[in-house]
């Protein structure tokens, strides 16, 4: 079992920046990859962005550029989120893969963006 928790989430002007952290507990030897997703009010869940192996990444084309993923430890991961955007508000996700293909779910952290 793998245990996430999200922070980072809140307030945020346009134009802004938010560093959103993830940090995953429980069995994370078997963690192969790490990736945020979004979902905004009356939309699907979608990925923003994953890392795997901490090297491989990728990014959702929408936001090339403006956001960064980064992993330092083997149970943390970072989403560097720049030049925000009303559109980027949403709740932030993050997921955890294990070796055997199972995904683990944090609760979220709400990113509002607004003036």
């Known amino acids: 079992q793998v245990q996430l928790v999200e922070s980072g989430g809140g307030l945020v002007q346009p134009g802004g920046s938010l560093r959103l952290s993830c940090a995953a507990s429980?069995?994370?030897?078997?963690?192969?990859?790490m990736g945020w997703y979004r979902q905004a009010p009356g939309k699907e869940r979608e990925l923003v962005a994953e890392?795997?192996?901490?090297?491989?990444t990728y990014y959702a084309d929408f936001m090339k550029g403006r956001f960064t993923i980064s992993r330092d430890t083997e149970n943390t991961v970072y989403l560097q989120m720049n030049s925000l955007k009303p559109e980027d508000t949403a709740v932030y996700y993050c997921?955890?893969?294990?070796?055997?293909?199972?995904?683990?779910w944090g609760k979220g952290t709400l990113v509002t963006v607004s003036s």
């Open positions: 997921k955890a893969e294990d070796s055997f293909g199972i995904n683990y």
């Open positions: 429980g069995t994370i030897v078997r963690i192969v990859g």
């Open positions: 890392i795997a192996r901490g090297i491989r």
